[in-house]
């Protein structure tokens, strides 16, 4: 007996599936019109009805290709998408590329291959598979931050910033022209106090780079001689190595761009509370800026007399400072004494022979190691003593400094006052070398003196001659002897943030250039607008000028260096023809990242780098105290920080020049989990591929074999590390695209991690079969639903799954749509034939999962046109409403029966039925006081 031949196979979905995506292509089905600007459509907009902009993070193109946990996020946007096209929205969704980037970098220094050959073909290679699985994008909008077009407006947007300044009084930024200005008139003095006119003109840029939001700092950077640049902290592990080619990173002193990021550290804070995030991602971001309030305090070194500041939040406690520590990189520690003081404790001197040595050995260790590195807590303190002593300014007490590389000069001032009674970092320290330990907290009775005291209570051994401090409570003797310190002139009231400026400079070759130059004085001049873009010139070789990834001295030399060509230009910039050097640093990859989901408004906007109107129509504020921005963006927690710090503050500039109308990026923030998969290890404990591993049961116990040797199975994130990947392309080929959306979709909560199972797949392949009999006869290929009318079961479940499953879609609750989807798909092959009334708002409704199909069963129920923009069902409210409840009867408050009603119940009918129920009959022996009745859902009986 043969086959049927028109069964819902792997083989007949990828031939409707890619039928499907070029018919969309040809026609600009997922085409989205905007109200002005070079795609125009106001009609179209008009009838479109409200506009709904929804963001995938942006993809960085890998030579490796997609696996399959990459499309979860850009699955759940799509249907999505597609589910509010067909509530009438005018949707924009689009997916463009992160393209520059070091992998892509390394391939060029390893191959000699120009690194734009390695990202088109990734690019071209993601775009393949990403057109398969059905995405709905507007394929016009997708843009790539390597493409010159994009870029131009990348470096656009950087003389916005390096042309702008903070204007603390306004609390927003400004040209730069209007400071200039302040200073020519006199109303803003000079930092120096001289008079504007009597500087000349070098003196006067020096003062304006000062302020500008984007300059030139000599700053601590992660430097890795064996990548040839500057990393992020981000890009280094825990071990102090890059991620990248697992190099080591030292820490040295660089000139770099930086981006005055600071400057918005309290806007940035206040605006979390005006978008829709997940509550842990703005705790990551507030943490991140790390907003504390407290006070700078002056301590005195007692031979020099240098002072010595310090922020700290807890200024009630400096009667039980002990000890100081300063950064290894603090200036003051240059003033090591020449010799140990007698008495000096030999843990204190680590065997040096004088503080000198220790210092300068000291710092030579740190410099060894990274932030991460020296974030990391361990109960083993590593610190050694300068020789000096600070005056304590409440009591005159002198105590010793050390220097500890868990201080950062990054951090506050790059020292701190060590109370070890009051933080256990300090008590660890004050352990270690035998410092003394003051209580200034009146510690719990569950205290027994082996760690800190960081819990409330009574203020004690707090006192001078001028102030008391016994007996407050902290919050008091904060605000007690703060007042005082101001009063005295040894600290002030004062707050601090953990955020640090922005490092924008990378030695690199594939990045962005900067717009900038810089004349004989050495000083940065933008580029006019005219002469962008800056494009990237030609160079022989990509490898960095430091090869020796152990050289922690190594100079940088970026690669543009090469380019003597394109270094120095002859240039008219207003003063004639003169010779110029460019900048040979590129941005980061951050730089496209920062704006792109705005160049996705109007990618062909030759003259803007969006339309006014187009910006304030996708990502405009919808009223009074709303922020704007993106309606909905997906993607993972792991760029809950930096990419959207970054972002925002970029926005957020140019919402203060006027070049936006949103405040803030993103108005909603979706994180998808993690697709995860079973990984084995070897006896080595490397990982094998998992694709090449057996699973054998033997007498009850399951073995996994590779090559003939046990292995051992564990579970973790996929990717190419653990060899367990698992491709798009051979879920196309096995199942088609429509089983593997419905299966991503249908593994659970969107928001959770989950395992991927192969096997499991074939459940969602059995829905979609079943679905495709429903309508086609697999043995003729002809459609066979009936125009019967739905008897009324089939009626109701069919209303009720079109109000749960759109409550479902509205949620990104795909997981339960599906099951309610499945529900009701199961329900119609029960019937003899199946009613074209029934299955085609359910072939609607599946629409925005399984695209390929649907619209292949639409087109074969009649209809000539796409079903992306038809109306998704409506649900009748009266046919959604149960027909019975469940009503509860009560007696003295607990309840005694439940039972089934009508929902048009009576009271009277319901308190008759309550009191004829043998169960309550038996509470009531002697009648009853008193009945309350809400019908139809509860009777509360109050015995006589």
């Known amino acids: 007996m043969s086959e049927p031949s028109f069964r819902y196979t792997a083989e007949l979905a990828g031939r409707i599936e890619t039928e499907w995506q070029d018919r969309w292509e040809q026609e600009g089905t997922f085409h989205s019109p905007n109200p002005s600007g070079v795609w125009a459509d106001p009609a179209a907009v008009a009838t479109r009805g409200e506009k709904l902009f929804i963001l995938d993070m942006f993809p960085y193109p890998s030579g490796a290709g997609l696996h399959v946990g990459h499309p979860l996020g850009y699955i759940a946007t799509d249907t999505y998408a597609r589910y509010q096209r067909m509530k009438g929205h005018n949707v924009l969704h689009a997916l463009g590329y992160d393209a520059f980037g070091l992998p892509a970098e390394q391939y060029a220094v390893q191959t000699g291959q120009h690194p734009r050959i390695t990202t088109e073909s990734n690019v071209a290679n993601m775009r393949r598979q990403l057109r398969r699985l059905g995405l709905a994008h507007d394929p016009r909008r997708g843009v790539s931050t390597t493409d010159v077009d994009f870029y131009r407006w990348t470096q656009w947007i950087f003389l916005q910033v390096f042309n702008a300044w903070y204007d603390e009084k306004a609390d927003r930024a400004r040209h730069v022209d209007e400071l200039i200005a302040e200073f020519a008139s006199g109303q803003r003095p000079t930092p120096s106090g001289q008079p504007w006119a009597d500087l000349d003109p070098t003196e006067r840029r020096r003062v304006v780079d000062s302020y500008r939001l984007a300059y030139l700092s000599e700053a601590p950077v992660n430097w890795c001689p064996g990548l040839g640049t500057v990393l992020a902290n981000e890009e280094i592990t825990n071990e102090g190595r890059s991620e990248v080619g697992n190099f080591p990173v030292f820490k040295r002193d660089m000139s770099q761009w930086m981006m005055r990021i600071t400057a918005y550290a309290d806007r940035l804070l206040a605006d979390l509370e005006k978008v829709d995030w997940p509550e842990k991602v703005k705790a990551m971001q507030r943490n991140w800026i790390g907003r504390s309030e407290g006070a700078r305090v002056l301590f005195t070194e007692a031979t020099t007399g240098e002072q010595i500041e310090v922020f700290t939040t807890r200024p009630d406690t400096l009667f039980g400072a002990t000890f100081m520590v300063l950064a290894p990189e603090h200036p003051l520690a240059d003033l090591a004494a020449p010799e140990w003081p007698e008495g000096t404790d030999p843990k204190w001197t680590g065997g040096h022979a004088s503080p000198a040595e220790a210092v300068q050995a000291y710092r030579e260790q740190a410099a060894r190691k990274t932030d991460a590195e020296r974030r990391v807590e361990t109960k083993e303190k590593s610190g050694l003593f300068t020789g000096r002593f600070a005056v304590n300014p409440v009591d005159g007490r002198a105590i010793p400094i050390f220097i500890a590389d868990y201080v950062m000069m990054g951090y506050g001032t790059g020292a701190i006052m060590a109370v070890p009674s009051g933080d256990q970092r300090d008590f660890e320290f004050a352990t270690q070398y035998h410092l003394p330990i003051i209580h200034t907290v009146t510690p719990g009775p569950e205290h027994d003196g082996t760690s800190a005291w960081t819990g409330d209570g009574a203020v004690i051994n707090s006192e001078n001659s001028e102030i008391s401090l016994n007996g407050m409570t902290v919050a008091d003797a904060k605000a007690a002897i703060t007042a005082w310190l101001e009063a005295k002139g040894l600290g002030e009231a004062s707050v601090t943030y953990r955020l640090r400026d922005w490092l924008f400079s990378r030695q690199r070759y594939w990045g962005e250039p900067f717009p900038i130059v810089y004349d004989e004085a050495g000083l940065p001049i933008a580029l006019p607008e005219s002469m962008l873009p800056v494009t990237l010139p030609e160079v022989s070789d990509y490898k960095p000028q430091a090869l020796d990834p152990d050289d922690k001295d190594s100079d940088p030399q970026p690669p543009l260096s090469r380019a003597t060509d394109w270094t120095t230009v002859e240039l008219d910039l207003g003063d004639g023809v003169r010779s110029y050097r460019r900048e040979v640093n590129v941005m980061p990859q951050w730089a496209g990242s920062c704006w792109y989901e705005m160049r996705y408004l109007d990618p062909a906007n030759q003259e803007r780098f969006v339309d006014e109107e187009v910006e304030r129509y996708w990502m405009g504020p919808r009223g009074e105290g709303d922020v704007g921005g993106v309606d909905l963006y997906v993607g993972g927690v792991e760029h809950a920080v930096l990419h959207l710090l970054y972002a925002r503050f970029w926005h957020k500039v140019l919402f203060d020049l006027g070049h936006v109308s949103s405040a803030e990026p993103f108005r909603r923030l979706f994180n998808q989990g993690y697709i995860q998969a079973y990984a084995y290890r070897d006896d080595r404990g490397q990982p094998v591929p998992a694709d090449e591993v057996e699973e054998i049961e033997e007498n009850g116990v399951t073995r996994y074999v590779w090559q003939g040797q046990d292995v051992k199975r564990e579970y973790g994130k996929m990717g190419k590390s653990l060899k367990n990947i698992v491709t798009p392309d051979l879920m196309y080929e096995l199942y088609g695209a429509d089983t593997f959306r419905l299966y991503e979709m249908g593994m659970g909560p969107l928001d959770q991690s989950k395992p991927w199972e192969t096997r499991a797949i074939v459940g969602s392949q059995r829905f979609l079969q ?121 007696v003295r408050g607990k309840v005694r029966a439940q039972f089934e009603v009508s929902v048009d119940i009576t009271e009277e009918e319901l308190e008759g039925l309550a009191l004829a129920h043998p169960r309550i009959l038996k509470e009531i022996p002697n009648g009853v006081r008193k009945v309350i009745v809400r019908a139809p859902k509860l009777v509360n009986v109050v015995p006589a």
């Open 770 to 890: 079943r679905l495709w009999r429903n309508v086609v006869d697999e043995t003729t290929g002809e459609v066979h639903v009936s125009d019967d009318a739905l008897d009324d079961a089939t009626l109701r479940a069919m209303h009720k799954t079109i109000d749960a499953v759109g409550r479902d879609y509205d949620a990104l609750s795909f997981n339960t749509a599906i099951a309610r989807l499945t529900e009701y798909n199961s329900a119609l092959t029960k019937l003899d034939r199946v009613p074209r009334a029934a299955v085609e708002p359910l072939v609607l409704m599946v629409a925005p999962l399984a695209p390929h199909i649907a619209e292949e069963l639409w087109h074969r129920l009649g209809h000539e046109q796409s079903l992306a923009h038809e109306p998704f069902p409506t649900a009748d409210p009266a046919l959604v409403a149960d027909d019975t409840v469940t009503a509860v009867v009560q």
